[in-house]
């Protein structure tokens, strides 16, 4: 079993800057990947970003250029930096961990965007 605990959302003005965290715990050797996923009310789970084992990076086209993922292999922790934040951003991330077909995901935090 893998166990992620994410933090790092709160409110912040359209362009400002929020840094989301994601600890892993529990059987977290050989994941394939993690990544961050979110969702607004009313719509489906999207993808956000992933990183995988190998450090490749794959974003949203939304997200691409003002997002970005990172990895603390030693701190077992994945980080969402967001900039230039818009209203459209607004949602509850999620932290996902894979390992072949198994997934793994985290309680998610909320993100609100708003003037």
């Known amino acids: 079993q893998v166990q992620l605990v994410e933090s790092g959302g709160g409110s912040v003005l359209p362009g400002g800057s929020l840094r989301l965290s994601c600890a892993a715990s529990?059987?977290?050797?050989?994941?394939?990947?993690m990544g961050w996923y979110r969702q607004a009310p009313g719509k489906q789970r999207e993808l956000v970003g992933i990183?995988?084992?190998?450090?490749?990076?794959n974003y949203a086209s939304s997200v691409s250029g003002r997002f970005t993922i990172s990895r603390d292999n030693a701190k077992n922790t994945v980080v969402l930096q967001m900039n230039n934040l818009k209203p459209e951003d607004t949602g509850l991330y999620f932290c996902?961990?894979?390992?072949?077909?198994?997934?793994?995901w985290g309680q998610g935090t909320q993100v609100t965007v708003s003037s």
């Open positions: 996902k961990a894979w390992r072949l077909v198994r997934a793994y």
């Open positions: 529990g059987s977290i050797f050989n994941l394939d990947g």
């Open positions: 990183i995988t084992s190998g450090g490749s990076t």
